[in-house]
């Protein structure tokens, strides 16, 4: 069974960083993409980030770009999202999720999602 | 980037009814497109991929159909546990946008 287990969320001030983990199994880590999915409370999915399955490929969103970057320790089965100069509006859950392939597709497989909330 | 468009944005029906979203593409996705229901406090659940089949254990009243531009997801005949918002989402291109997401409430 595929599990995907969301860690590092909180509360950071705006201008600030935090880290974002994702720990996976249950599945062949490296044969799989990996992307970041956002939920603002009360509001729609967002897509974030996209990584291949040995990390030679990433894609962003143009609402993160050059804030955000998104990382895979395959040997540890793990996902990452480094996000700094955080903003009032990246405030949300953020969902780590697997993609159906090694480099794109669907959504099979989501976390429980972790909060980042950005405040002063 | 691609726009996707679902409507209705809110649908109230009986327990029974026939229930369809419509998802519009800005541009064509082929078959690229899937279908998530995502209830209050859940991470969302893969319903449909590739437009049209059904992921493994979701009931068959769901039913997705459409390419290119258009797509809906249908609910044959709606049960209680049914209530949810239901996202559309194409992965043809990067990004992977997300439809604004459709409310389904039971009447």
């Known amino acids: 069974e595929v599990q995907l287990l969301d860690s590092g969320g909180g509360l950071v001030q705006p201008g600030g960083s935090l880290r974002l983990s994702c720990s996976a199994s249950?599945?062949?880590?490296?044969?799989?993409?990996m992307t970041w999915v956002r939920q603002a409370p009360g509001e729609g999915l967002e897509w974030v980030s996209t990584?291949?399955?040995?990390?030679?490929?990433?894609y962003y969103a143009d609402s993160v770009k050059g804030r955000f970057t998104i990382s895979r320790d395959n040997s540890k089965n793990t996902l990452f999202l480094q996000m700094n100069s955080l903003r009032a509006e990246d405030t949300a859950v953020y969902y780590c999720?697997?993609?159906?392939?090694?480099?794109?597709?669907?959504?099979?497989?989501w976390g429980q999602g972790t909060l980042v909330t950005v405040s002063s | 980037d691609i726009q996707m468009t679902q409507s209705p944005s809110t649908v109230s029906a009986s327990v029974g009814d026939r229930v369809t979203i419509t998802c519009r593409a800005s541009?064509?996705?082929?078959?690229?497109l899937a279908w998530y229901q995502q209830k209050p406090g859940k991470a969302p659940k893969l319903l449909i991929h590739?437009?049209?089949t059904l992921e493994s254990g979701v009931p068959s009243r769901f039913s997705g159909s459409g390419s290119g531009t258009e797509f809906t997801l249908t609910i044959s005949s709606l049960q209680p546990d049914d209530s949810a918002t239901f996202y559309c989402?194409?992965?043809?291109?990067?990004?992977?946008?997300f439809g604004q997401g459709t409310k389904l409430e039971i009447k």
């Open positions: 989402q194409q992965y043809d291109s990067y990004s992977y946008t």
């Open positions: 590739k437009a049209s």
């Open positions: 541009q064509s996705i082929s078959s690229w």
């Open positions: 249950g599945f062949t880590f490296t044969n799989f993409a």
């Open positions: 999720v697997k993609l159906w392939s090694f480099s794109y597709g669907h959504i099979d497989s």
């Open positions: 990584i291949n399955g040995v990390g030679g490929r990433t």
